[in-house]
T-cell receptor, first 114, second 114 residues
Framework: DVKVTQSSRYLVKRTGEKVFLECVQD?????MFWYRQDPGLGLRLIYF???????EKGDIPEGYSVSREKKERFSLILESASTNQTSMYLC?????????????FGDGTRLSIL | GEDVEQSLFLSVREGDSSVINCTYT??????LYWYKQEPGAGLQLLTY?????DMKQDQRLTVLLNKKDKHLSLRIADTQTGDSAIYFC??????????????FGSGTRLSIRP
């Protein structure tokens, strides 16, 4: 089974802090994704990566950056956290072969910015 | 534009069948997915269907695809309390390098009555 592991289930940080959310997958997947999930807005894509050191902006990249130094790890960075970044963050990965492969999700990190 | 729509709530009696409906807009979608999200957890891939198929059955789950109407449905037979969750319909779209972009609906919250 595919395993996508997010380092924290719950996280509380203060406004202005630099926040790192970590995600690791164990299936040698090429593609990795970061989403945020908010009530009434569904899932929105923040950033994704289709290869090591490659990244692409999703639909809402403002206020975020990402890092993919190794194939299995994809980090989401909040450079200076703000209260409107309080949300549930979901990481996903998919096999790159042929494209259109289903995405497999981690359990999510519920982040609160005070 | 890209859009996936589904109703927000569905309530069914335990033991009855649940039918969750979804409409999508992109006729070039190659895969359509159903994900399940239990409270406080990430999204779990339930099943998916290729766009050249009309139906897929997997134990209690039946997926029906009407490409002409761009309509997808998920039927859960003999609904149990453990089926209580939010169900997301999603379609895949090529476009971002080799990674597939997935568009999610807002989710249908399924609740089970005794």
């Amino acid at each position: 089974d595919v395993k996508v592991t997010q380092s924290s289930r719950y996280l509380v940080k203060r406004t202005g802090e630099k926040v790192f959310l970590e995600c690791v997958q164990d299936m040698d997947h090429e593609n990795m994704f970061w989403y945020r999930q908010d009530p009434g807005l569904g899932l929105r894509l923040i950033y994704f990566s289709y290869d090591v050191k490659m990244k692409e902006k999703g639909d809402i990249p403002e206020g975020y950056s990402v890092s993919r130094e190794k194939k299995e790890r994809f980090s989401l960075i909040l450079e200076s956290a703000s209260t409107n970044q309080t949300s549930m963050y979901l990481c996903a990965s998919s096999d790159g072969a042929g494209g259109n492969q289903p995405q497999h999700f981690g359990d999510g990190t519920r982040l609160s910015i005070l | 534009g890209e859009d996936v729509e589904q109703s927000l709530f569905l309530s069914v009696r335990e033991g009855d069948s649940s039918v969750i409906n979804c409409t999508y807009t992109d006729s070039s979608s190659t895969y359509l997915y159903w994900y399940k999200q239990e409270p406080g957890a990430g999204l779990q891939l339930l099943t998916y269907i290729f766009s050249n198929m009309d139906m897929k059955q997997d134990q209690r789950l039946t997926v029906l695809l009407n490409k002409k109407d761009k309509h997808l449905s998920l039927r859960i037979a003999d609904t149990q309390t453990g089926d209580s969750a939010i169900y997301f319909c999603a379609e895949s779209m090529r476009g971002y390098s080799s990674a597939s972009k997935i568009i999610f609906g807002s989710g249908t919250r399924l609740s089970i009555r005794p």
